[in-house]
């Protein structure tokens, strides 16, 4: 069974950084694209960043450009999002999805994702 399981959320100042991880299960990372969401208390999800198979087209949202870095390792059926000077609009439930059919030259949209974690709290506050 395909599963993503997302880690690394936590509580951090403004300003401050941390980095999420996505682990899959299942099934090799190889011939997915890699999508991270996020969704805060009473919006709906958005994208944030996509990374295609090969890690050879990358896309961030307007918000995160500059801050956060998109990366993947294959052989470790891992993907990351390195989230640096981060803001309180950054709180939220961040998500990582995987499709075959994403290739992240346009941010793909939540029903176009195929298989989710079950997300993890980045919360940014003073």
């Known amino acids: 069974q395909f599963q993503l399981v997302e880690s690394g959320g936590d509580l951090v100042q403004p300003g401050g950084s941390l980095r999420l991880s996505c682990v899959a299960s299942?099934?090799?990372?190889?011939?997915?694209?890699i999508g991270w969401f996020r969704q805060a208390p009473g919006k709906e999800r958005e994208g944030v960043s996509c990374?295609?198979?090969?890690?050879?087209?990358?896309m961030y949202a307007d918000s995160v450009k500059g801050r956060f870095t998109v990366s993947r390792d294959n052989s470790k059926r891992t993907a990351y999002l390195q989230m640096n000077s981060l803001k309180p609009e950054d709180t939220a439930v961040y998500y990582c999805?995987?499709?075959?059919?994403?290739?992240?030259?346009?941010?793909?949209?939540?029903?176009?994702?195929?298989?989710w974690g079950n997300g993890t709290l980045v919360t940014v506050s003073s």
């Open positions: 999805a995987a499709s075959q059919r994403v290739s992240c030259w346009e941010m793909p949209a939540v029903d176009g994702m195929d298989q």
């Open positions: 299942g099934f090799s990372l190889d011939y997915y694209g």
């Open positions: 990374i295609s198979s090969s890690s050879g087209t990358i």
